[in-house]
C-alpha cells in the first residue's frame, strides 16, 4: 500500500454518518408505511364498494321513496315483506331458477369440458365458438331468446308445427308461469355453459396425463378412471366455479328482465328483478333495498356451504404431518 | 416373471419414423437397461411395451405371447413414471392398493400386499401419508411401491431417478439394483444417464435416434465398444477422439502426430492403408511417462482421487485422468503414453469398430 492509498483508508475510517432527517425515519418505521401503502386501496375500497353497499343497507331500514330521502323506519320493510306473497314467490323462484339451472350447467359444462379436453380437430376452433354465448352482450341474447320465445314467431314453433308436424298450436312459451321459467331457465343455461366448460377444461388440463396412464396400467376402465381420478382431482377448481356460479345465478337480473320482465303475474320475479321494480318504476326505494339485502344471508350461506364443503381438500394441505 | 421379446419393432407418429426396427432378447429375471441420448426413441420403446402407445410394425411379446392388441392392464406389467404419477388425492396406502382394488382383492389380500411392499420399502410408517406430505426420495418409493403391490411378470422403469438430487440418485441406484436381486423379476430400465446403466444393468441396450447401437453387458460395452457412438457414450469421462489415417501399420492423426498401436496390430485388415480413421483412447488409459507423448497442458482439475488434466496433442484437445497428483502448471508441456492395449480404432467413414 503506498502512502496516498494509506490516506485515503484512514480519511474513510474517520467518516462518521450523519444520522438521517426525521422523513427518512419515518419512513423506514415499519407501522407508518404500512399504513401509508394501505391507504390507496383501503380509499378506493370505502368510497366504491363499502359506500353503495351501506347505503343500499341503510335504505332497507328506512321510507325512501323517489325524491323523499325518507327516515328510519327500522324493520317494517321487512315485516311488510313477510306478509307479501309477491316477494315469497321472488324467493321461490330465485331457488328454482339457481338450483336447477346449476345442476343442468354443470352437468353440460362438464361434459363439453371432457369432449373439448380429447384430441379433436379444430380444437381451438371450437373453444372458441363455445365461448360465444359468454361473449354476446346478454341484453342481445335475451332479446334473441325473446325472439326465439315469441308466440308468434318462435322458431321453435315454426319447426315443430309447420315443418314437422309434430304439433297442431304454437307454443306460449313465456304466457303461462311454467312455461315462462323453464324458458329462462333454458335461456341461462345456454348462456351459463360457457363459462363453467371453460373453466372446467382448464381444471382438468392441470391434472398431469401420466395419473391416466398410471390408473390405465393399474387396471381401471374410462368410467373408473373418470370417478377416481378425474372428479376428486377436478373438486377443487369445481368448488370454486360451482359458488362463482351460483351467485351469479342467484342474483341474475338482466336475463330474466329483459325476456319477461317478471310476468307473467309476477311468476318468473327473481328477488333481483324484484327489488328493481319495486325500487326504481315503483319508486319504492327502501322496499326494494330491503329486497336486495335479504338476499345477501341466502348468498353467503351458499357460499359457505359450496366452498367449504367441496373446496378444501385434505390433500391439498402441505402439512408434514396429521 | 417372464421374458420379453421385441422383433423388429417400429413406431411411426404421422408420417416421422421413430423407431427403425429394433430387435432385443430380454430373458426372465434380467435387469435390461436401455440407455441413449434424449429422443433416441427409448422411452416410447417401453410406452410401447406398457401399451401406452401402439406398435405401427413389428411384434412385442412377453412370456411368449405377443401382446401388440393386448389392452395395458392384462399385459400384467408394472410402470414406475418419471414423475412418480402418484394419485395425489390418496394416501400411500391408497396408492399402493389402487391396483389391487381394481382388480376387486378381497380387503384381506390388498392389506397383506400393501403391509408386505411398505416393508420391503420402508414405507410402513408413512402409509397414511398423501404424496405432498413426502420428500423426493419417498415419491419415488411409493412409486416403486404401487408397482410391488401388483407382482407384475415384468417391471417398467421410465427415468425413475432423473427428478431426484445427486446424493439421493446413489442411494436409490443401489436400492433398486438390491430390489431387483430380492424379487428377481424382469426390469426394463430407461435412463440417458449411462452412470445408472453401467451400474445397475445387467444387460445395456444403447439407442441412438431410433435404432440399436449395441447390446450387451456393461464392460462388454465399456471394454469393446461396436461403433463410435458407444464408445463416446459409455464411460466418464467420455473417450478421446483423435482423427487421422493408418499409414503402414502406424496412426498418424490430421495434424501429424503418429500415436502408438496395440501391439496385436490393429485390425484393420488390408486395403486399409490411407484410409481415414478413428484413434479412440479413454482419459484413465493415460500414463504419465517420460518417454510418452508431449502435450501441452491448459486446465488442471483435482478431484482427489484422480486428477484430470485438459490438453493438446497437436491441434486435438484431450482429456487424461491420472491416479496420481500432477502438478503440471498451464502452458507446461507434459509426457503422456497411452495404453496399446486399451486402445480403440474406428472406421471413420462407418464409424464401425476395427477389430483387433
Known amino acids: 500500500m503506498d502512502a496516498t492509498a494509506q490516506a485515503a483508508s484512514v480519511q474513510r475510517l474517520s467518516f462518521v454518518r450523519q444520522p438521517d432527517s426525521w422523513l427518512v425515519r419515518l419512513f423506514d418505521y415499519k407501522p407508518f408505511l404500512v399504513a401509508i401503502c394501505m391507504l390507496p386501496t383501503a380509499g378506493l375500497l370505502l368510497v366504491f364498494l363499502t359506500y353503495p353497499l351501506g347505503l343500499g343497507i341503510w335504505l332497507a ?8 330521502p325518507g327516515e328510519f323506519v327500522g324493520l317494517d320493510n321487512f ?81 315443430l308445427v309447420d315443418r314437422l308436424g309434430w304439433l297442431d298450436h304454437y307454443i306460449n312459451f313465456l304466457g303461462t308461469p311454467w312455461a315462462a321459467r323453464w324458458s329462462l331457465i333454458v335461456a341461462n343455461v345456454w348462456r351459463g355453459i360457457p363459462f363453467i366448460a371453460i373453466t372446467l377444461l382448464a381444471g382438468l388440463q392441470t391434472i398431469p396425463p401420466s395419473l391416466y396412464e398410471a390408473a390405465l396400467l393399474d387396471g381401471a376402465s374410462g368410467w373408473q378412471r373418470f370417478r377416481r381420478i378425474t372428479v376428486p382431482l377436478l373438486m377443487p377448481i369445481l368448488s370454486v366455479v360451482l359458488t362463482l356460479s351460483v351467485l351469479f345465478t342467484f342474483t341474475d337480473f338482466q336475463l330474466v328482465y329483459a325476456i319477461t320482465r317478471g310476468g307473467p303475474f309476477n311468476s318468473t320475479h327473481l328477488m333481483a328483478t324484484l327489488a328493481f321494480q319495486r325500487a326504481i318504476p315503483g319508486s319504492q326505494l327502501g322496499e326494494g333495498a330491503a329486497i336486495a339485502v335479504a338476499m345477501i344471508p341466502f348468498l353467503v350461506a351458499a357460499t359457505l356451504v359450496t366452498y367449504f364443503g367441496l373446496g378444501r381438500r385434505k390433500w391439498q394441505q402441505g402439512e408434514a404431518n396429521d | 416373471m417372464a421374458n420379453v421379446t421385441i422383433t423388429n419393432v417400429r413406431k411411426a407418429f404421422g408420417s416421422t419414423e421413430v423407431l427403425h426396427g429394433v430387435s432385443v432378447g430380454i430373458e426372465d429375471g434380467e435387469f435390461v437397461i436401455l440407455v441413449g441420448p434424449s429422443g433416441c426413441g427409448k422411452s416410447t420403446l417401453l410406452r410401447m411395451i406398457a401399451g401406452l402407445e401402439n406398435i405401427s410394425s413389428g411384434d412385442i411379446a412377453i412370456g411368449g405371447r405377443v401382446v401388440n392388441n393386448v389392452p395395458p392392464k392384462e399385459r400384467d406389467i408394472a410402470m414406475v413414471f418419471q414423475n412418480y404419477a402418484l394419485y395425489p388425492h390418496m394416501t400411500v396406502r391408497d396408492n399402493m392398493a389402487f391396483s389391487l382394488v381394481m382388480a376387486k382383492a378381497p380387503q384381506a389380500v390388498i392389506d397383506e400386499h400393501v403391509r408386505r411392499a411398505a416393508q420391503i420399502l420402508g414405507l410402513s410408517d408413512l402409509l397414511h401419508r398423501y404424496p405432498r406430505q413426502l420428500s423426493g426420495g419417498q415419491r419415488q418409493r411409493v412409486a416403486m411401491g404401487r408397482a410391488i403391490v401388483r407382482d407384475p411378470q415384468v417391471f417398467l422403469f421410465d427415468e425413475p431417478l432423473s427428478n431426484l438430487d445427486a446424493k439421493l440418485r446413489v442411494q436409490m441406484r443401489a436400492e433398486i439394483k438390491e430390489l431387483h436381486q430380492r424379487l428377481n423379476t424382469t426390469i426394463m430400465y430407461v435412463t440417458h444417464d449411462q452412470i445408472e446403466a453401467m451400474t445397475m444393468a445387467d444387460k445395456i441396450v444403447v439407442m441412438n435416434s431410433g435404432n440399436v447401437e449395441q447390446i450387451g453387458e456393461p464392460l462388454e460395452l465399456y471394454d469393446r465398444p461396436a461403433n463410435l457412438f458407444v464408445a463416446g457414450f459409455i464411460g466418464s469421462p467420455a473417450m478421446n477422439f483423435l482423427r487421422g489415417q493408418l499409414r503402414d501399420g502406424a496412426f498418424v492423426t490430421n495434424d501429424g502426430v503418429a500415436l502408438p498401436l496395440p501391439p496385436t496390430g490393429h485390425g484393420a485388415g488390408n486395403g486399409t492403408d490411407g484410409a481415414p480413421a478413428v484413434y479412440g483412447i479413454r482419459p484413465e488409459h493415460f500414463q504419465l511417462r517420460p518417454d510418452g507423448l508431449p502435450v501441452t497442458v491448459h486446465v488442471v482439475e483435482p478431484t482427489g482421487s484422480e486428477t484430470q488434466v485438459i490438453a493438446n496433442i497437436g491441434e486435438t484437445q484431450i482429456l487424461c485422468a491420472f491416479r496420481e497428483r500432477v502438478m503440471a502448471r498451464p502452458g507446461e508441456t507434459i509426457h503422456v503414453a497411452p495404453d496399446t492395449a486399451l486402445v480403440h480404432l474406428f472406421d471413420a467413414d462407418s464409424g464401425r469398430r476395427y477389430d483387433s
Open chain 1, 61 to 68: 331500514f328506512t321510507d325512501a321513496t323517489i325524491g323523499n
Open chain 1, 79 to 159: 315485516i311488510s315483506l313477510w306478509d307479501d306473497p309477491v316477494f315469497w314467490l321472488s324467493v321461490f323462484n330465485t331457488f328454482v331458477y339457481t338450483f336447477v339451472t346449476t345442476i343442468i350447467k354443470f352437468a353440460l359444462g362438464l361434459w363439453l369440458a371432457l369432449l373439448l379436453n380429447h384430441h379433436i380437430p379444430f380444437k381451438a376452433f371450437i373453444r372458441a365458438i363455445v365461448l360465444l354465448p359468454f361473449i354476446v352482450p346478454t341484453v342481445l341474447s335475451a332479446i334473441a331468446w325473446w325472439w326465439i320465445f315469441s308466440p308468434q314467431f318462435s322458431i321453435v314453433s315454426y319447426v
